[in-house]
């Protein structure tokens, strides 16, 4: 979702754009860019992202500094692919994706992670599902997800540790690195099909809502790039 940085030099040159509201977006080529400052009321700071461009691929990077209330998530800036019409999980072929990011800064409370939404109703608001996968490719500091450990698992060669647990109404699966991996390809769907056949997750009656990548601050002063 993330481009790798060595093709930006391919690429001609754009202006960048800086987005500091909050829900401000940028969308081109199928993937929306966007400010998500759901949480900012738990804390005191700001929140901002720039896009660099946007292809068949994305380059952004975010700047923030919260404090306040360290165990709640401030704002998740993000690239979306945008889907057009929902598809059931199980009639997805594939979901190919590749990450490239860093992080510095000080005191960091904060994950890195790709965040899908699933429902059994297609028309269902995109913003929250019947289920949420989210996938860890980054944890610094002490903050952990949703629920509870259910140990580790292993997926297309890669451990991982299966947190569970509810959000409201929504089941919420989270896959966590033990370590960062700061480049990353995978297949989304692997880790669907996994759930399906270990943790009868309904793949074939549940609708993929939204696909998304980027970091979620909870505390310190970041850049994210």
Sequence with gaps: MKAFSY???LLPAVAAQTLCDQYSTISANGFTISNNLWGESSGTGFGC???EWITDATAWHADWQWSGNPSNVKSYPNVQRNIGAKQLVSTINSMPTGAVWNYTGNNLRADVAYDLFTAYDPN???YYGDFELMIWLGRYGDIYPIGSSQGNVNINGQDWQLYYGWNGQM??????AYNPIQNWNGDIKQFYSWLASNRGYPIGSQYLLSYQFGTEPFS??????
Excluded: E, M, R
């Design 7 to 9: 093709l930006a030099a």
């Design 49 to 51: 992202i720039t896009k």
């Design 124 to 126: 269902h608001p995109t």
């Design 171 to 176: 089941q919420v699966y989270s896959f966590v």
């Design 220 to 225: 310190g002063d970041g850049v994210f790039i």
